[in-house]
Each structure stands twice: as C-alpha cells, then as structure tokens.
C-alpha cells in the first residue's frame, strides 16, 4: 500500500518567509509525527498528534513553528519568518497507534534551504 | 529529549562479515527499541523493533536488548555492499522516539 507522502519534496525560500509543510500519513495510521534532520545531526523531535490532538508540543523550536492536523489524516506544519537555521529536513512518520508498541514510518522528508 | 547513544563509527567491514552496533539508552522506563537504516540523501527505515530482552533474528539482522544494562545493538550478518549505509538506534521516552546519531557501517567488497 501507499506509504507516508510528503509535500513540496524541496523548498527554497528566503529568510523572513512564511512555508508549509505538509505531510500525508499511511491510510487508519492514527498516530502522527514531525521530525527534522539537520546536517550532520540527528533526528529532533518535534510534535506528534493522536488524531488531530497535538498533546506534546514541547520538542517545536520556537513559537515560529506550529503544526495542525484535520480529519484525522493530513498533517501541516508551518514555520513563520524564517531564519537560515530552519534549514534541514523536515520528515514525517505515522503509525497504526502510539509508541511504545507501534511502529513509526518515515515518508521521504522535505528539504528546507532558507536563503 | 533523553540520551540515546551510539558506538560512533564509522564502522568498515569486509563483504561477508559481521557488523555489530551498539547502542545504550538513559531511561530505564523505556519499553521499545527499533532500528532503522538510512542510506545518504533517504528517509530512515524501520529495519527492526524490539520489546522483550533477548535475541530477536529477521533474516541477516538479529537485535539484542538487555534492559538492566541499558543497552540493544544490532547485527548484521553475511555483510553486503548494499548495507552500507547510516544506522538509528531509536529509544520511546513516552510517545515519542529518541534517536541516537547514528553508526555510519562501509561494507568493502
């Protein structure tokens, strides 16, 4: 089946800007995450939802950054005047229900260059 | 987020070998383990999970976890040129992941 899609693939876009992210999750995956990866750093979590609730939003670096999900399905997350540290990937992952006992899988990310 | 840490590699291994990466955690409440792969420029992969100590083998790949040490790693045995690529450990502190940063594994043909 259709694994996690992600959309733009790349975004270029200059500093002050406003972008949105948005991922689409695995078809009855509840469960919702918001990753990024920064050169030659590891995976930062950020938020996860369970349905369109968002219960953790401790891991989002600054008010700048917000995230929302409608209808259980597609999430977006949105990052306002952008700073050239924004710049990473910004992947998305879903699973069947919450970890501990729930597998999480990765779509293929969006590249974020802020200029 | 907690502590996940990795052996820091890069780790190079003949074609045929046995990679071994390691891996321990910080929180002891943590109940699941996973392993992912990333090849440069990809997403991760889930290559294996992990929720009960002991042994757990999917074709080339056996996971270890010993939850009174802290500690899961990763096997991978028959070594091909197509496992090079960058290993995740990933540790649940409630429900979210931690990741370590990662064992960079060259197989040489």
């Known amino acids: 089946g259709a694994g996690v899609s992600q959309s733009p693939s790349n975004k270029v876009t200059e500093k002050g800007k406003d972008v949105e992210l948005r991922c689409d999750p695995i078809?009855?995956?509840?469960?919702l995450y918001w990753y990024r990866q920064s050169l030659g750093q590891g995976l930062e979590f950020l938020i996860y939802?369970?349905?369109?609730?968002?219960?953790?939003k401790s891991g989002l670096p600054s008010d700048r950054f917000s995230a929302e999900r409608t209808g259980g399905s597609v999430s977006t997350l949105t990052i306002q005047r952008t700073q050239q540290e924004d710049s990473a990937v910004y992947l998305c992952?879903?699973?069947?229900?919450?970890?501990?006992?729930?597998?999480?899988?990765f779509g293929p990310g969006t590249r974020l260059t802020v200029l | 987020q907690k502590e996940v840490e990795q052996n820091s590699g890069p780790l190079s291994v003949p074609e045929g070998a046995i990679a071994s990466l390691n891996c321990t955690y910080s929180?002891?409440?943590?109940?699941?383990f996973f392993w992912y792969r990333q090849y440069s420029g990809k997403s991760p992969e889930l290559i294996m999970s992990i929720y009960s100590n002991g042994d757990k083998e999917d074709g080339r790949f056996t996971a270890q976890l010993n939850k009174a040490s802290q500690y899961v790693s990763l096997l991978i045995r028959d070594s091909q040129p197509s496992d090079s690529a960058t290993y995740l450990c990933?540790?649940?502190?409630?429900?979210?992941?931690?990741f370590g940063a990662g064992t960079t594994v060259t197989v040489r043909a």
């Open positions: 929180d002891r409440v943590s109940q699941s």
């Open positions: 078809s009855g995956h509840t469960a």
């Open positions: 992952a879903s699973s069947f229900g919450l970890v501990p006992y729930n597998e999480q899988f």
């Open positions: 990933a540790v649940n502190y409630d429900y979210k992941l931690s």
């Open positions: 939802f369970q349905g369109n609730s968002a219960p953790d």
